[in-house]
């Protein structure tokens, strides 16, 4: 068990942990114990001073505490990271698809212990969390197909000379996850960053660590040699360790815009990659000749679910001539959703992440009233009375929002819909491509010359026709653009672009001429002069 390790001398190489005791509900924890770090394929307690504590959003009891990570430590993952890399890199493209393959296997085994500790600590309903592992297991099971994503090319480019293309791995990677995806996030990075024969170090959000050790325990199960994959924990200090590391060449991360921007900038500034998901405003314009049932279940799933906590949202409904008339149709199957605590049964949503995330999304609501927008649907105030000491904000959908409020400038990230009207779909499509975000945008309309409109005009990276979470899957590429993605959205997560990001071009001209072949073959004991 990683729970019962004598030390970090000798870490455990067990696949099981005390990660498998979770229970599935939201009872208290009666006995707590830390999380470890994940070192060259053992999981090793900490010797840090400064722990930060996990606790369910549903109770707010302790779950866990996340050691920060000593300096001493990170640069053992550094350390443990390179020693694996040649090893790894030197594996076929065949050998590390068969890990892959078993890794693959194993997730989908694991799935519901994932999910449950998903739930347990960052409060998704048990049917959000397992699609949160579902989403990323796709990565994992696209990235199988390494054998020909990283196939090159060759041209024979005059007489006796041809120059081919390889992909080469960068060297050591990190990833910078976030809390709103603790399984789905790590998978995006896990199997496209190894395939390509790198190593990575891994830092979970410290609010929902447990997703990941269980990953890592899986990956050690799956045959990823030692050093391969290291996860460390912390706050800021770990960041910046990761950013100013020069072992590590290049850094993914999700997150918000402030950190993000940090991330990108600095760890630009000292030469590495640096692919960055950031904020996001996701508009939906509604047409009156749409399926209306469509729209309404669509608009319920897209901007309730998760609690509102996914950077592809739906936060802003834009309605377009008369489908402002379907806004209280829309209000009362809101009311209906069912708020609770994610292992209860029939739960639609659960709680935000932290008090500090309900104290912020409940200003926000606050400052819409007061800056003369009107909410139909307040959900602030409401607590289930099986756990009343929750981080709980019930869906809210507020009408009249104009573009120069506070609730439409910034990013919500919780369960609330914002609400404003126009006459025309060119006054829509204004209004999405004057954000500054650029996730995604949506359009419901049977119409298909005003949907292929709306494609042409819009500016998100990503467009939904009669799809309310236009997330690709793996085949393609997550392609937000402007402040949704550092860089302009240069560099995006998994699929070709994804293999692009962590490996090298390298080009390779040969000549190898006709004239240097013997006339005739030498027969004749060589000699030495």
């Avoid at 942990?17 to 009666?30: D, F, G, M, N």
């Avoid at 892959?100 to 296997?105: G, N, R």
């Avoid at 660590?209 to 799956?222: K, R």
């Avoid at 190898?512 to 072949?517: G, L, V």
Wanted: proline share 6%.
């Amino acid at each position: 068990m990683a729970s019962n390790i004598s030390g970090k001398t000798v870490p455990t190489k067990s696949t099981s942990s005390a990660l498998k005791t979770y229970q599935a509900s939201h009872e208290r924890i009666a006995q707590i114990k830390d999380t470890l770090l994940f070192i060259d394929n053992g999981f090793v307690p900490s010797d840090a001073s400064e722990f930060i504590e996990v606790h369910d959003p549903a109770t707010n009891n302790l779950v866990t505490r996340v050691p920060c990570s000593t300096d001493a430590e990170m640069r053992a993952c550094v350390e443990s990271a390179v020693r694996a890399l040649p090893i790894w890199r030197a594996k076929s493209v065949m050998a590390k698809q068969q890990i892959m393959f078993k890794f693959v296997a194993l997730i989908r085994e694991n799935m519901d212990r994932l999910a449950t500790v998903i739930t347990l600590e960052g409060g998704k309903t048990v049917t959000d969390s397992r699609g949160d592992v579902l989403r990323g297991l796709q990565v994992a099971e696209a990235a199988c197909s390494a054998p020909e994503l990283l196939k090159g090319e060759v041209l024979e480019v005059a007489k006796d000379m041809e120059t081919r293309t390889y992909r080469v791995p960068l060297g050591v990677v990190a990833a910078i996850c976030p809390f709103n995806f603790p399984s789905m996030i790590p998978l995006w990075t896990i199997p496209i960053a190894t395939i390509t024969g790198n190593t990575l170090i891994l830092k979970p959000s410290e609010r929902v660590p447990s997703a990941a050790m269980i990953l890592a325990e899986l990956s050690l199960a799956a045959g990823f040699p030692d050093g391969v994959i290291n996860i460390i924990h912390g706050a800021r200090k770990t960041v910046n360790f990761i950013l100013h590391e020069p072992a590590i060449k290049a850094i993914s991360f999700v997150g918000s815009n402030q950190a993000g921007e940090y991330v990108y900038t600095t760890g630009s500034a000292n030469g590495k990659r640096v692919m960055a998901n950031l904020g996001a405003k996701n508009h939906a314009v509604v047409l009156p000749d749409c399926n209306k049932d469509h729209f309404v279940n669509s608009v319920l799933g897209a901007a309730f679910g998760a609690s509102g906590q996914r950077c592809m949202a739906l936060s802003t409904l834009i309605l377009v001539g008369k489908t402002k008339e379907w806004l209280p149709e829309l209000v009362e199957c809101a009311k209906r959703l069912r708020v609770d605590g994610g292992f209860e049964p029939g739960a639609d949503l659960g709680p935000v992440i932290s008090p500090q995330s309900k104290e912020r999304i409940e200003s926000l609501i606050d400052s819409a009233k007061h800056e003369g927008a009107n909410i139909l649907l307040d959900g602030r105030g409401y607590a289930p009375s099986k756990y009343p000491g929750g981080n709980w904000v019930a869906p809210t959908i507020i009408d009249n929002v104009t573009p120069s409020m506070r609730c439409y400038r910034e990013e919500i990230f919780g369960p609330v819909l914002i609400c404003m009207s126009r006459e025309t779909l060119d006054e829509a499509i204004d209004i999405v491509n004057k954000n500054e975000y650029g996730n995604g945008a949506v359009i419901f309309t049977q119409s298909g010359s005003a949907a292929e409109t709306f494609r042409h005009g819009i500016e998100a990276g990503q467009v939904g026709i009669n799809v309310p979470l236009p997330v690709p899957l793996p085949m393609f590429s997550f392609t937000g653009n402007k402040k949704s993605v550092a860089g302009g959205g240069a560099s995006t997560f998994y699929g070709r672009p994804g293999i692009n990001f962590f490996s090298q071009l390298q080009t390779v001209t040969s000549r190898w001429s006709r004239e240097d072949i013997p006339a005739r073959q030498e027969m004749s004991m060589p000699t030495l002069t």
